[in-house]
Structures are given as C-alpha cells and as structure tokens.
Nanobody
C-alpha cells in the first residue's frame, strides 16, 4: 500500500506562489493516478488537479486553470502542485490522493475516485 505525505504549505500574501509536494512511500507510484484536492472550513472537498500515472495527461478545476500546475516525478515518487497568483479563495487544506491504475477522465475530479489520501497541508493566503 502506498502512503502519501504532503508538504510545502504555509502562510503567504495574495499574489504569491507556493509549491506543494506529495511524497509517496511503500510502493512505486508509476502505476498510480494521482490528484490534488482541497478543503476549506465548512466546504466540501473539491478537486484541484489530476494527473495520469505517466504524467502524460493533466486536468484542472476551472478555478485554478492558468495559475496552478500539477506534475510528477515518478523516479522520486513525488507529486507536485505549483501554485501561482494565489488569492484568499485558495486558502484551504490541500490533500494529495492516489489510486492504482487509470481513472477515467470524467471521474478525475471526484474524491471517491481515489482510495489513498495524505494527511493534508494547510495553505493560507492572507495580507
């Protein structure tokens, strides 16, 4: 079983950038579809971005398109989320998620499509 640990969160001002990392251990992740989700207080967990096991296909929520970039380095068993032009609306706990095999495109943004989750890392955007 794969274990996921997120890092890189913090407190930043509006307009700043952050890069989140999610390190996987336990098994090689090159056969896992992976994704980033976030959850703000009082809100449901929402999709941010998803990526296929080989990194060849990525998908983004409309709210982050053009600002966030998901990537992965399977040799390092690490998933990344580069976040630029952050706004207070991006404040949330960010979670990485994984599932062995392929997740169909229509399902990549649903939390139920993934069965392995990290503990989350807090991102706060405030002046």
């Amino acid at each position: 079983q794969v274990q996921l640990v997120e890092s890189g969160g913090g407190l930043v001002q509006p307009g700043a950038s952050l890069r989140l990392s999610c390190t996987a251990s336990g098994r090689a992740v090159n056969r896992y579809s992976m994704a980033w989700f976030r959850q703000a207080p009082g809100n449901e967990r929402e999709s941010v971005a998803a990526i296929r096991s080989n990194g060849g296909s990525t998908h983004y929520a409309d709210s982050v398109k053009g600002r966030f970039t998901i990537s992965r380095d399977n040799a390092k068993s690490t998933l990344y989320l580069q976040m630029n032009s952050l706004t207070p609306d991006d404040t949330a706990v960010y979670f990485c998620a994984a599932r062995a095999g392929h997740v169909i495109v229509s399902a990549v943004h649903y939390p139920s499509s993934y069965d392995i989750w990290g503990q989350g890392t807090q991102v706060t955007v405030s002046s």
